[in-house]
């Protein structure tokens, strides 16, 4: 009777635990997957990634040497790559878009998309990276913590620039005066 208990405990552990084993191999190879996509689209470009953050179909890259911001997404067998020259950039938002559902128990908000928009001077859009959009994921998973994350990067970045280049207009415009 008690080897009857081990097989049967042994078989219930194996029914439970292989396809948790199955599931985290199946998520790392995806990661791997879109690391891969991302360092071949820098590689393209020349590029250097500085910092990265893959989640379930994006992957967004960030060279600060060069300032550039990379995205590659991997959707029903699409492959979607995209870069931003940040030299180009004035400011970085993120935009959330969302509809408001009535239901019995009130009122809700679904969240339709999420993305980082980069402007240009005088607010002009420049370029949209969409992290989001549930069309194709049903659930958002991350993707306005990534958004959040990478416009204060993006802003550092730009504000860095910035301030680099009031320097070296300080440093000109002493020198030419003495």
């Known amino acids: 009777m008690e080897t009857g208990m081990i097989i049967i405990a042994t078989v219930l552990f ?7 084993i199955l599931l985290i191999l199946s998520t790392k190879k995806q990661i791997r997957t879109l690391y891969k996509g991302l360092t071949t689209a820098v590689s393209q470009n020349n590029g250097v990634l500085s910092e990265h953050k ?13 300032k550039f911001i990379y995205y590659y997404k991997n959707i029903k067998g699409e492959e979607i790559t995209q870069f931003v020259d940040l030299l180009n950039v004035t400011s970085c938002e993120v935009e959330k878009r969302t509809k408001r559902v009535k239901s019995d128990k009130g009122n809700y908000e ?3 998309s999420v993305a980082l928009l980069f402007y240009k001077a005088q607010g002009h ?4 990276i969409e992290l989001y959009n549930d069309e194709d994921s049903m659930q958002l998973n991350g993707e306005l913590v990534v958004a959040e994350d990478y416009k204060r990067k993006v802003m ?9 280049s009031e320097e070296k207009k300080v440093k000109q415009f002493t020198t030419a005066v003495a």
Request: aromatic share 2%; charged share 20%; hydrophobic share 60%.
């Open 125 to 128: 859009l420049l370029d949209k």
């Open 54 to 66: 893959e989640e379930r179909n994006f992957a967004l890259g960030l060279d600060a040497q060069n």
């Open 14 to 20: 194996a029914i439970i635990l292989v396809p948790i």
């Open 110 to 112: 679904i969240v339709e």
């Open 156 to 164: 550092a970045l730009l504000s860095n620039a910035m301030n680099i």
